[in-house]
T-cell receptor, first 114, second 113 residues
Framework: AQKVTQAQTEISVVEKEDVTLDCVYE???????LFWYKQPPSGELVFLIR??????QNEISGRYSWNFQKSTSSFNFTITASQVVDSAVYFC???????????FGTGTSLTVIP | EAQVTQNPRYLITVTGKKLTVTCSQN?????MSWYRQDPGLGLRQIYY???????DKGDVPEGYKVSRKEKRNFPLILESPSPNQTSLYFC????????????FGPGTRLTVL
């Protein structure tokens, strides 16, 4: 079974629109870590955020915000007032305290149209 | 500059010809890992290493070998490459285990004919 599900394969928005990227995870561990990475067209992987399972506080960083809800096993990512530079593939990922593996979702390709 | 380097960046080879993709990090990280990225499948972990001489399988280890003889290096070995190993490969490292931010190399695009 997929441990991290990103159901949205591709999303297109017009510049300045808000967009939310969904991430649903599955784990039996009580301690785990969730991540978001960005992969721009140039191909490198850029770390965006890490949350541990004990910290459900939402995080805001500029135009980016993350909503962590353990009740629904979701860790969604919202970009406010999207810009063309936000066009990228975004990956959600999970690691469990009990193990040492790292699980990525299949990614969401975001295109921001000027 | 803190970084993860991979070589080569691009490689075209033929079925069965052994190859090695090197990975090196200069951050004294304990945890290193290899991933492959394929369209529609995201990144999948091939192997990871918790420290020198400690390696373990990820989700897709078949057809690959790794070694960790030094802390900074974690080469990926394909002893007999096949076309289904055509992919984009990333090496990554993190401070300890896999629970921290991973720093990724630039990627190696491998084509096996």
């Amino acid at each position: 079974a997929q441990k991290v599900t990103q159901a949205q394969t591709e999303i297109s928005v017009v510049e300045k629109e808000d967009v939310t990227l969904d991430c649903v995870y599955e784990t039996r561990d009580t301690t785990y870590y969730l991540f978001w990475y960005k992969q721009p067209p140039s191909g490198e992987l850029v770390f965006l955020i890490r949350r541990n399972s004990f910290d459900e506080q939402n995080e805001i960083s500029g135009r980016y915000s993350w909503n962590f809800q353990k009740s629904t096993s979701s860790f969604n990512f919202t970009i406010t007032a999207s810009q063309v530079v936000d066009s990228a593939v975004y990956f959600c990922a999970l690691s469990e305290a009990a193990g040492n593996q790292f699980y990525f979702g299949t990614g969401t390709s975001l295109t921001v149209i000027p | 500059e803190a970084q993860v380097t991979q070589n080569p960046r691009y490689l075209i080879t033929v079925t069965g010809k052994k190859l090695t993709v090197t990975c090196s990090q200069n951050m004294n990280h304990e945890y290193m890992s290899w991933y492959r990225q394929d369209p529609g499948l995201g990144l999948r972990q091939i192997y990871y290493s918790m420290n020198v001489e400690v390696t373990d399988k990820g989700d897709v280890p078949e057809g690959y070998k790794v070694s960790r003889k030094e802390k900074r290096n974690f080469p990926l070995i394909l002893e007999s490459p096949s076309p289904n190993q055509t992919s984009l490969y990333f090496c990554a490292s993190s401070r300890d285990r896999g629970h921290n931010e991973q720093f990724f190399g630039p990627g190696t695009r491998l084509t096996v004919l």
